[in-house]
C-alpha cells in the first residue's frame, strides 16, 4: 500500500485536520499525532517529552519534539503528542500505532527511526517494535514506573495511575529487533542510571554523559551536539570514540558547572574546587 492510500485509510478511522505546511493530524483520546510527508526515504517517530503538569493546553496545541529540526533536515515526520503526561500508556495511541502498521504505514519507509526524551525517550522504546524501526534515539528515558521500581523510584508519582504490567510494553521486548537502540544517560544521575539499568538488552548502546543531570538534550543543543547524535543513529553507526570526545567540550558550558555545584551536595572542598576548575566569568551559554 502506497503511503497516501495509508494516510487515506486512517483517515477513515481517525478525526484529522489537515495543516497548513501540507501535512495531517489524526486525533484520539489524549493524543494527537501529525504527519509531515517528505519522501519515502527516511521517516523519523517522535515523542515529546513531559510537561509541567500546571500545562492544560490540549496535544493540538503543542509542538512536536523536533519538528523544526526534521523539516529542516527534509525527513518525513511522524509527531506524536501528548494532553497530559501519560507516558503513552493509553489504549488510544496504542491502538493508533497498530492501526498504522496494519495499514502498511510504517512499511512504506525505506529506513524508521525512533526519537525522544524523558517520557519522550520512554515512548521511543516502547515503539520503537511496532514501528520495525531500523534505529532508536532516546535520552535519559524512563523504563519502568509500576510498583515493582517504587521502593527506590521517587518521581512522577501521576504515573501510577497507569498499568506499567501488560507485555506490549515491556521495553527489552520492544527493541529486541531493533538494529541501533541508543540511550544516552547520566550516570551520576541516581535515578536515571537506575532506570537504564533495566533495559537488558545486550545490543543497546548505552553512551554516559557524567554530571549533567536529566536536561541531556538542552547541554547537547548548547553543544551542537543534537544533530551530530541524530546523523549518528540515522546512520546506523555511532563513532563512540567521537562521542566522547565531542561530549568532553560539555566543562565549557555554564549549566555544567551548575550542575557540578548542584552534586557537591554542600560540601564546601568541593564546591572551591568547582569554582576554581570551572570559572564562571570563562564558561558559555544559559545556565
Request: glycine share 8%.
Amino acid at each position: 500500500m502506497s503511503i497516501f492510500s495509508a494516510v487515506k485509510e486512517l483517515s477513515k478511522r481517525y478525526e484529522t485536520n489537515a495543516l497548513g505546511n501540507g501535512g495531517v493530524e489524526f486525533m484520539m483520546d489524549g493524543y494527537s499525532v501529525e504527519f509531515h510527508d517528505r519522501g519515502l526515504e527516511r521517516l523519523t517517530v517522535t515523542f515529546i517529552a513531559r510537561m509541567p503538569e500546571k500545562w492544560k493546553k490540549p496535544a493540538t496545541a503543542r509542538k512536536g519534539w523536533g519538528y523544526e529540526f526534521l523539516q529542516k533536515k527534509g525527513t518525513s515526520a511522524l509527531h506524536v503528542k501528548s494532553d497530559r503526561n501519560t507516558w503513552y500508556r493509553l489504549p488510544s495511541i496504542r491502538n493508533f500505532f497498530e492501526d498504522a502498521n496494519s495499514v502498511g504505514f510504517f512499511s512504506a519507509f525505506e529506513h524508521t527511526m525512533t526519537y525522544g526524551t524523558s517520557m519522550g525517550g520512554y515512548g521511543a522504546l516502547a515503539f520503537a517494535g511496532i514501528v520495525g524501526a531500523n534505529a532508536c534515539l532516546s535520552y535519559n528515558p524512563q523504563i519502568n514506573l509500576g510498583q515493582s521500581v517504587r521502593s527506590w523510584e521517587t518521581r512522577f508519582s501521576s504515573a501510577m495511575q497507569y498499568s506499567w504490567d501488560d507485555p506490549t510494553f515491556n521495553l527489552n521486548d520492544q527493541i529486541r529487533d531493533v538494529k541501533l537502540p541508543v540511550v544516552v544517560y547520566d550516570p551520576y544521575y541516581k535515578l536515571d542510571r537506575k532506570q537504564v539499568e533495566l533495559l537488558s538488552g545486550g545490543h543497546v548502546i548505552k553512551l554516559r554523559v557524567p554530571f549533567v543531570g536529566h536536561h541531556m538534550p538542552d547541554h547537547f543543543r548548547a553543544l551542537g551536539l543534537l544533530n551530530w547524535m541524530y546523523s549518528e543513529c540515522e546512520s546506523g553507526e555511532v563513532d563512540k570514540h567521537e562521542f566522547y570526545r565531542r561530549v568532553r567540550e560539555r566543562r565549557h558550558l555554564l549549566r555544567y558547572r551548575n550542575v557540578m555545584l548542584s552534586a557537591a551536595n554542600g560540601n564546601i572542598h568541593r564546591y572551591n574546587r568547582i569554582n576554581r576548575l570551572l570559572p564562571q566569568e570563562k564558561l558559555l551559554g544559559d545556565p
